[in-house]
């Protein structure tokens, strides 16, 4: 009598455990499945970019390689808030030319970069641009243009704007050779202060860029 009262007891024990595991399973079931519909449509969105191309030209001059480029870029609020409070934010463009080779892999014949510092100058309210081929430091020094403006629009508009680039020397461009250029544009968080680069480090609203590619065209090989 006590055995069968041992093996009842230990069924019910199994029914009361197996019930809880079923009802255990069923919950994590329903999570995945919800995680699974938040992560596709999560993938399904593609993130927002601040940055578009709106032109990219290529033109000869004097043999020279010239790349003009207008571009639209909407600066989040959070940049503006830190450029409000003294915050200097550097944007680099960077042109790279290459020649096309089909029997290995593409030779890079030249690499130029242009460095463009934006900063609020609050006791004047008004913007300063600094461009310069390399980055700028405190001082200024080989800074090859600077000006100042009266709105962020205006300022924007010299930032986002390449005019006559000379990306090339008549010596890199052969007429019997194709090429392509790499155009590529980005708001550098390197270049920031120290502190605020952890902060803003993997943050859509400082991730500010964009790439392009161009063959260059016969015409401007002849």
């Keep these: 009598m006590p055995v069968e009262m041992e093996t009842a007891s230990s069924t ?7 019930s809880e ?3 255990f399973a069923t919950a994590v079931a329903w999570l995945l499945v919800a995680f699974m519909g938040m992560s596709t449509a999560i993938a399904q969105t593609p993130p927002a970019t601040p940055a578009r191309l709106e032109t990219l030209r290529l033109e000869r001059a004097e043999g020279a390689l010239l790349l003009s480029t207008v571009l639209d870029i909407q600066l989040p609020e959070t940049v503006q808030s830190a ?3 003294g915050v200097p934010v550097v944007f680099v463009a960077r042109a ?12 890079s014949v030249r690499t130029t970069v242009r460095h463009m510092r934006l900063a609020y100058q609050p006791l004047t309210k008004r913007w300063r641009v600094q461009v310069a081929p390399g980055e ?3 001082t200024g020094v080989g800074v090859a243009l600077a000006q100042t403006h009266d709105s962020l629009p205006e300022a924007m508009a010299v930032v986002s704007r390449l005019s006559g680039w000379r990306v090339a020397e008549p010596e ?11 155009f590529s544009y980005r708001l550098d968080v390197t270049q920031l202060p120290r502190p605020l680069q952890i902060g803003v480090f993997g943050q859509d609203d400082w991730s500010i860029s964009f790439n392009a590619s161009q063959a260059v065209p016969e015409e401007l090989l002849r």
């Design 172 to 182: 890199d461009l052969e007429a019997d050779s194709r090429y392509r250029l790499e």
């Design 96 to 107: 790279e030319l290459l020649r096309l080779r089909w029997y290995w892999a593409n030779r």
């Design 12 to 18: 019910r024990c199994c029914k009361k455990y197996g």
């Design 83 to 85: 450029l409000l409070k």
């Design 21 to 23: 595991i079923r009802r």
């Design 136 to 138: 700028i430091s405190a």
